[in-house]
């Protein structure tokens, strides 16, 4: 087949800009380091140096962090469950995505990191693992990574794909090599008609693209029997308890704020914290114990004692039981725009929501959420203070809203039985796959 010139042009610009750029990613590296000490090792992943051969060929899954492994899990157990012959490479880019990786599949997966997208590092990884299936999550459009799958003749799927307005224009700088990137896809398995409607607009054929739902509904919530016995050995059932979950360096003040005026109306109310990045768990400590508080962390006292105010959840893969011990959760990254976290998970465990305004990675879900009156959507800080303690004091208010909540799931369920079915035809024959 006739190569087209264009594209051609394009990858060689966007690929001489990328190695230009490749000193900067060692000063990257080196500034995460400082703040994440797991950013300082296996580099040698980030540039597609492997010390040994890739043996038998496997099928690829990309998840950029802890949320899109989450949302891969299910999937990717259904498949393993089906097809226990075949080998899966899991890639990630952040330590604790690397972390949600290990926890749940052990050794069983191989795990690296995904090399940055020159033309180097993407042979020299596709070359040592073989893949002979491409299961991207969400929003990773990386060309090189596209073009080189397509030019080993790997089928590519994006699954569980979301493209915000946000998203979307800041794709267009890069429209015209992207849109070719995208066209090199065998399908774009989006979350919503909307995002189909805008991943088509950015490049991708009609004929590419199908809405199949979010993942995300198809959560299993786990059991979380264990986790509330323990918990209400220590706390009593009937005390005001509030969860921020997932916030971000921006909101802390926020949250300080918001349960200082707690602490007012309600002496006994306790806070359960957990920042979304495991470099804030000693800061967010700090913090509320230069507030004055009594403060407790998973790590070192492992239960809230009787008089605690704080209780820092400074573990990884723990959030959904402790969403299962609060009457009320504050979902972050929705103060700041970052674009939001799931709201799903807090409605599965049962769990009255409250949100900030800045929900762009969440569009969907918490327009939904929303009109089926499962979450408070909250203008600012104040809003979200005023309405967690509304909702503390108000139990009958609370139980509409997790029941709504729970039906939203229940409901929205069915995009996993797709994806599998989409997958399943294009899974490697068992004679390539044996170990």
């Known amino acids: 087949m006739r190569k087209d010139p264009v594209e051609l042009l394009l990858r060689g610009i966007y690929s001489v800009v990328l190695y230009l750029l490749l000193p900067i990613t060692v000063y990257h590296l080196v500034w995460r380091g400082f703040r994440v000490r797991e950013y300082f090792r296996r580099w040698d992943e980030r540039y597609a140096s492997y010390p040994e051969s890739g043996g038998q060929p496997r099928v690829w899954l990309h998840a950029v962090s802890v949320g899109e492994v989450n949302a891969a899990a299910p999937l990717v157990n259904a498949l393993r469950a089906q097809r226990p012959d075949i080998r899966w490479i899991i890639t990630t880019i952040t330590p604790t995505g ?3 990786v290990r926890a749940l599949w052990g050794d069983v997966v191989d795990h690296v990191y995904l090399p940055y997208d020159v033309p180097g590092s993407v042979s020299r990884f596709l070359g040592h693992f073989q893949p002979s299936l491409a299961l991207i999550l969400e929003t990773e459009l990386w060309p090189n990574m596209l073009f080189g799958c397509r030019d080993r003749g790997i089928p590519v799927y994006i699954l569980n794909a979301r493209l915000s307005a946000r998203s979307l224009k800041g794709y267009r700088v890069l429209k015209a090599l992207v849109g070719r990137a995208l066209r090199t896809v065998t399908c774009v398995a989006a979350q919503s008609q909307a995002d189909a409607e805008r991943f088509i ?6 004929e590419q693209v199908q809405a199949l739902g979010n993942l995300k509904f198809d959560i299993h919530p786990p059991d979380t029997t264990p986790v509330l016995q323990a918990f209400h050995k220590h ?20 949250v ?3 349960h200082e005026r707690l602490l007012k109306q309600h002496p ?43 209780f820092v959840i400074d573990t990884l893969g723990e959030l959904m ?25 807090p409605a599965a465990m049962g769990t009255a ?24 959507i909250c203008a600012d800080a104040n809003e979200v203070g005023a309405a967690v303690s509304r909702l503390l004091q108000d139990e009958a208010e609370r139980e509409r809203m997790v029941q709504a909540g729970r039906a939203l799931v229940a409901n929205g369920r069915g995009a996993l039985e797709h994806t599998i079915a989409l997958i399943t035809p294009q899974l490697p024959p068992p004679s390539e796959s044996a170990s």
């Open 256 to 258: 300080i704020e918001i």
């Open 98 to 100: 690397s972390q949600r």
């Open 353 to 376: 929501a409250v949100t900030g305004p800045h929900l762009h990675n969440f569009a969907e879900i918490s327009r939904r959420m929303d009109e089926a009156g499962a979450v408070c």
């Open 268 to 310: 006994d109310a306790l806070l359960l914290w957990a920042p979304r990045h495991p470099e804030r768990f000693a800061k967010v400590e700090a913090l509320a114990r230069e507030a004055g508080w009594r403060v407790a962390t998973r790590k070192a006292q492992q239960w809230p004692g009787a008089d605690a105010q704080v």
């Open 201 to 206: 607009e950015l490049g991708a054929l009609p």
């Open 235 to 254: 706390v009593p059932a009937t005390r005001p308890i509030w969860i921020a979950a997932s916030t971000h360096e921006g909101e802390e003040q926020a």
């Open 321 to 345: 039981a402790f969403y299962a011990c609060a009457q009320v959760a504050f979902v972050g990254g929705s103060l700041q725009a970052i674009g939001g976290h799931n709201l799903l998970e």
